[in-house]
């Protein structure tokens, strides 16, 4: 299995531990960290990093190559959208759906998955290719995990600090494609210098550096 896979399962075990923290069902009904998500809709975003990938590997894949990781962010239309665009209206929809029957139903249901997923990804082949429909366009599987590793560390975080819990740390070789990631994004977004600066002189870094 690729080094990617075994990140991925990694961060999306770690994951459900973070769901079942007691924190989050006693908090599971207040706003979150995340403007106009409560803790509920958040939790259920954070569980779909994991069913979207059952669901990426259980469709159809439209004929023509994959494009790049950086590519697919440049084409999105969610990077940078206002916290009121119908991309988030709707993010924040599907997540209020996922979590609808409460805490425990969705640890259970996510545990299940990432189990799942254990045993389907080692045996996809390494050229896989996935198909993202609201695309719409392809990427490779590992390029793909790669989106939902990101998005597990980043909305792991989001979660913790809505219910007062530490975040939870990743191991090097997991939070290391989420930092190159990001930082590729962010040196597309400012450039370079800026990206440079605001790592090695304070003295001249810019305001903001921010991948999306």
């Known amino acids: 299995m690729t080094a990617i896979r075994t990140s991925y399962l990694t961060a999306a075990r770690s994951a ?13 009904d207040t706003p979150s960290a995340l403007a ?3 803790v509920a809709g958040l939790a259920g975003h954070l569980a779909s990093q994991v069913f ?9 894949v439209p004929p023509g190559e994959p494009i790049g990781l950086l590519d697919h962010y440049a084409r999105g239309t969610w990077a940078g959208a206002g916290v009121d665009h119908e991309v988030n209206v709707g993010i924040r929809r599907v997540g209020e759906e996922i979590a609808e ?8 249901r996510t545990e299940a998955a990432v189990e799942r997923l254990a045993g389907a990804l080692p045996g996809e082949p390494a050229d896989r290719v996935v198909h ?16 939902r590793l990101m998005e597990l560390a980043v909305h792991s975080d989001d979660l ?7 975040t939870p740390e990743l191991p090097e070789e997991v939070i290391e494609p989420v930092l190159s990631l990001l930082a ?6 400012h450039g370079q210098p ?4 605001a790592l090695t002189r304070a003295e001249r870094a810019p305001t903001l550096i921010n991948a999306f």
Do not use: H, K
């Not at 459900?16 to 599971?28: E, F, Q, T």
């Not at 029957?101 to 259970?108: H, N, P, R, S």
């Open 16 to 28: 459900v531990r973070l769901l079942a923290d007691p924190a989050v069902a006693a908090r599971w």
């Open 36 to 38: 106009e998500f409560r």
């Open 52 to 60: 979207q990938v059952e669901t990426m590997l259980a469709a159809p």
């Open 101 to 108: 029957d409460g805490a425990a139903a969705l640890v259970t």
């Open 132 to 147: 993202l429909a609201r695309g719409p366009w392809s990427l490779t599987l590992d390029d793909f995990l790669t989106t």
């Open 160 to 166: 913790a600090v809505s219910v007062g819990v530490p």
């Open 184 to 189: 590729r994004l962010a040196v597309r977004r």
């Open 194 to 197: 800026a990206v440079l600066r």
